[in-house]
């Protein structure tokens, strides 16, 4: 049960993450969603085919290995990019003021 659980919300996650990539309007928030996707998606997949497969521990060790990795790096990988936009001179077309509502 928690194997499908897992698969489902990794689905879930990559296919809102996609809809994000194609419906955000600028370089910042796509690389948002497909970092939301890339990480939050796969990682549950990854985990859902730990419990899920008949392996040796040692593929399932790989798996995990695989799940650390792609928590470490896609978001190293993820502000590499979007601070390769910043200094080329990509600007945000969103502008969100948090604090907008607290000055009237």
């Known amino acids: 049960m928690i194997e499908t ?4 919300f990794g689905d879930a ?16 928030t796509r690389l948002h969603a497909a970092t939301k996707c890339d ?6 997949i990854i985990l859902a085919l730990i419990l899920i497969m008949d392996a040796p521990a040692v ?3 790989k798996f995990l290995v695989l799940a650390f990795l792609i928590a470490m790096i ?3 990988v993820s502000h590499a990019i979007a601070r390769g936009a910043y ?6 077309k969103v502008v ?3 604090y907008a509502w607290d000055n009237p």
């Open 5 to 8: 659980i897992l698969m489902l």
């Open 13 to 28: 996650v990559m296919v809102f993450g996609a809809l994000g990539i194609l419906r955000f309007p600028d370089v910042y």
């Open 39 to 44: 990480t939050g998606g796969a990682m549950s």
């Open 59 to 61: 593929v399932r060790a």
């Open 74 to 76: 896609n978001p190293m």
């Open 87 to 92: 200094k080329y001179g990509v600007k945000p």
């Open 96 to 98: 969100v003021d948090m």
